[in-house]
């Protein structure tokens, strides 16, 4: 199961990104917003991470104008690991070495094409596992 989530700057993005789970048959929580009226993005980012935090979703997803407030938002909880990405590299290689936890996008940064790249990276990437990535994970969390 998925958490997804967004504001008002990503409300049009996360129609595409939800088209795009919809087509895939992936699962997913959606916890609003629900249109294009200004609201706080650190109520959703919240939402979404105790969501994934909790483990009643497997991962995250936040869109906010640039992604970058959600995801300074969603790193305030314990246990999330938000990676703000603008291409699918980004999205891979903070699977690979991070094990991010939710993936943030600016609504207002990419267009649709990039950020359904991005999500399928981040959800068909697994975790490397290797000994120095878990090593900085745990600092991370000290
Ligand atoms: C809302 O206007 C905008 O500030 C928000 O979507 C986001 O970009 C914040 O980082």
Redesign the pocket.
Same mark, same amino acid.
């Given at each position: 199961m998925i958490a997804i989530g967004c504001?008002? &700057?990503?409300y049009e993005l996360k129609k595409e990104i939800l088209k795009y789970l919809d087509e895939k048959g992936i699962e997913y929580k959606d916890f609003g917003c629900d249109s294009l009226e200004s609201v706080d993005?650190p109520v959703y980012a919240k939402k979404v991470a105790l969501a994934v935090a909790s483990k009643e979703c497997e991962k995250g997803i936040l869109i906010?104008?640039?992604g +970058? &407030? +959600?995801s300074i938002a969603a790193n305030k909880v314990k246990g999330i690991r938000a990676a703000l990405c603008t291409d699918s590299y980004m999205a891979r290689l903070t699977r690979e070495h991070n094990d991010a936890n939710i993936v943030a996008m &600016?609504g207002?940064v990419i267009g649709a094409g990039v950020a359904v790249d991005i999500v399928d990276a981040f959800l068909n990437t697994e975790f490397s596992g290797e000994k120095r990535h878990i090593d900085r994970i745990n600092m991370i969390e000290d």
């Open positions: 504001d008002h &700057g990503g993005y906010c104008g640039t +970058i &407030g +959600i &600016g207002r």
